[in-house]
């Protein structure tokens, strides 16, 4: 059974920058998975942040695009987010998640009606970890 574990979130002021880590195990096969980070703000939707797919192609919410950077390890064990220049807007709870090799493999880089990576085919997330910037 997958398990995501995040890890560093907090509080920042405007401007200022975290960088969160989600620690994948329990995957026994292939590793050409997908994996992405999502966010919930109260009273909203959870949206797409950025995600990247088993060849590495890496798509992006236009709200964080040349903010935010999506990375993973070599072993895709774990996954990041370096986020810059924060800013109030993005304050939520971010959460990782992943879509298997079968799902990634045949439906990988799905966007929603705004552009930003859908969570269509995720089935695997973690608990999330809360991120607050203040003005």
């Known amino acids: 059974r997958v398990q995501l574990v995040e890890s560093g979130g907090g509080s920042v002021q405007s401007g200022g920058s975290l960088r969160l880590s989600c620690t994948a195990s329990?995957?026994?096969?292939?590793?050409?998975?997908?994996m992405g980070w999502f966010r919930e703000a109260p009273g909203k939707s959870r949206e797409g942040v950025a995600d990247i797919d088993g060849e590495g192609t890496i798509k992006y919410a236009a709200s964080v695009k040349g903010r935010f950077t999506i990375s993973q390890d070599s072993a895709k064990t774990t996954l990041y987010l370096q986020m810059d220049n924060l800013q109030p807007e993005d304050t939520a709870k971010y959460y990782c998640?992943?879509?298997?090799?079968?799902?990634?493999?045949?439906?990988?880089?799905?966007?929603?009606?705004?552009?930003?990576?859908?969570?269509?085919?995720?089935?695997?997330w973690g608990q999330g970890t809360q991120v607050t910037v203040s003005s």
């Open positions: 329990g995957y026994p096969g292939s590793k050409n998975v997908c």
């Open positions: 998640a992943e879509k298997g090799p079968l799902v990634c493999a045949y439906h990988s880089g799905l966007l929603d009606a705004t552009g930003a990576p859908s969570t269509d085919g995720y089935n695997f």
